[in-house]
């Protein structure tokens, strides 16, 4: 990756400061970085970068993130032995060097995870969308568009999300870098953070390799995740009518049978506490506990609905 490429690669970076930020750290430590690094290694990190929509070099952004974290630590570091030097107590020295340790630690580990957290929710971004992109791919192919066209037409919808950024990249790679179009599709399939849309995508490149129906295969595409988006619904209605039922049971009748039934135990005074305090428990606190516990268990439970 020579100099000439990182800066062409901060390019994308709106804010002055960062970008000159980023070019400073692979001036650092970027040759280092690409010397030392394995081939493999920098696939792997290129995969999670993109499949994470992150679209900078993996050098760079190895780099900014040595620098960051190195920055972040030693500044931290300084902080702690002008404090020993000024003359603070050792238990305050310690607890800097502490601060020190684990916040750099962090700030690397955020490096680390970021890519992932942003691939994990790119990864359901395009999953809860995939039944209405292909209704609408097989739809455009049953109108009689080209493939190139039906992807087109893919990248202008935007209320797909990110699936409508994935076929922008599929568009951008034929239209403007010039591969062709089952490359490009390929490539998106490749880098994409879900499995079940990078098959379907693996399939289509197939059909339009092989020559067979686009139309078809988008319409057997479509109906199998319609089936299987009402299939998840259909499950989730049972399981809403379960949980009413033991809310039912657990959140309105037992409180009310218990409210009663230590009412008359309180009346004849067989109450080891006071009937008033224990009455007050069940109603500002068993009650609220139970709705805040059913109301995660719903939460958790009803798909996300777009």
């Not at 107590?89 to 957290?117: D, H, N």
């Not at 490359?183 to 339009?208: C, F, H, M, Q």
């Amino acid at each position: 990756m020579s100099s000439q490429n990182a800066w062409k690669s901060t390019e994308g970076i709106n804010d002055d400061l960062t970008r000159k930020f980023a070019q400073f750290s692979f001036y650092l430590v970027g040759r280092r970085v690409q010397n030392r690094l394995s081939k493999e290694a920098q696939k792997n990190v290129k995969t999670g970068l993109r499949k994470a929509g992150i679209g900078i070099q993996t050098v760079l952004y190895i780099s900014i993130a040595i620098v960051t974290t190195g920055f972040t630590f030693s500044f931290l570091f300084l902080i702690a032995i002008f404090s020993m030097l000024l003359g603070a107590s050792s238990s305050i020295v310690s607890f800097l060097w502490l601060t020190a340790f684990f916040i750099g630690m962090m700030v690397g580990a955020a490096f680390y995870l970021a890519p992932k957290i942003n691939a994990a929710e790119r990864k359901e971004e395009i999953e809860k969308n995939i039944h209405y992109a292909l209704n609408h791919m097989a739809i455009s192919s049953s109108s009689g568009l080209a493939p190139s066209e039906v992807f087109n037409s893919l990248a202008t919808a935007e209320e797909y999300g990110e699936i409508s950024k994935e076929a922008k990249k599929t568009v951008r790679r034929t239209e403007i870098l010039g591969s062709s179009l089952d490359e490009s599709i390929e490539v998106t399939a490749d880098y994409s953070p879900s499995k079940r849309w990078s098959s379907i995508l693996n399939g289509l490149t197939y059909t339009v390799k092989g020559g067979g129906d686009l139309k078809q295969y988008l319409d057997e595409q479509a109906s199998a995740a319609m089936s299987e988006f009402e299939s998840t619904w259909d499950s989730a209605i049972k399981k809403l009518g379960l949980i009413a039922e033991v809310y039912t049971i657990v959140a309105i009748v037992f409180p009310i049978v218990a409210v009663i039934m230590f009412s008359l135990l309180a009346t004849i005074g067989e109450l080891p506490i006071d009937g008033i305090l224990l009455l007050q428990l069940i109603v500002f606190g068993l009650l609220p506990t139970l709705n805040i516990i059913f109301l995660l268990i719903l939460e958790s439970s009803i798909p996300e609905l777009k």
